[in-house]
Nanobody, 122 residues
Framework: QVQLVESGGGLVQAGDSLRLSCAAS????????MGWFRQAPGKERAFVAA???????YDTDSAKGRFTISRDNAKNTVYLQMNSLKPEDTAVYYC????????????????WGQGTQVTVSS
């Protein structure tokens, strides 16, 4: 089992920055690819970015240029640095873990956090 706990969400204004954190416990963190998803009101959960143990990153067009995913293997933590936030970034952000990046990107990971709310006001 892998337990994931997100933190760092909140209410910010457009143009602000936030850094989300996801702390992992349980099985060996280094064996897992870690990813971030988000689910806006009325929409399906969508892949944002992922990072492997070796710091290979997988981004989406919506994330490139504004969001940066990183991980600290010593702290069993993955981060999502979000800059220049827009109202359309408002969503619940979820952390996920998987050993297979394709499965993670499809949202089929077995391990998920409870989510953290990010609200961006205009």
């Amino acid at each position: 089992q892998v337990q994931l706990v997100e933190s760092g969400g909140g209410l910010v204004q457009a143009g602000d920055s936030l850094r989300l954190s996801c702390a992992a416990s349980g099985r060996t963190f280094n064996n897992y690819i870690m990813g971030w998803f988000r689910q806006a009101p009325g929409k399906e959960r969508a892949f944002v970015a992922a990072v492997s143990w070796g710091n290979t990153t997988y981004d989406t067009d919506s994330a490139k240029g504004r969001f940066t995913i990183s991980r600290d293997n010593a702290k069993n933590t993955v981060y999502l640095q979000m800059n220049s936030l827009k109202p359309e970034d408002t969503a619940v952000y979820y952390c996920a873990a998987d050993r297979v990046v394709a499965r993670l990107r499809l949202g089929r990971s077995a391990y998920w956090g409870q989510g953290t709310q990010v609200t961006v006001s205009s």
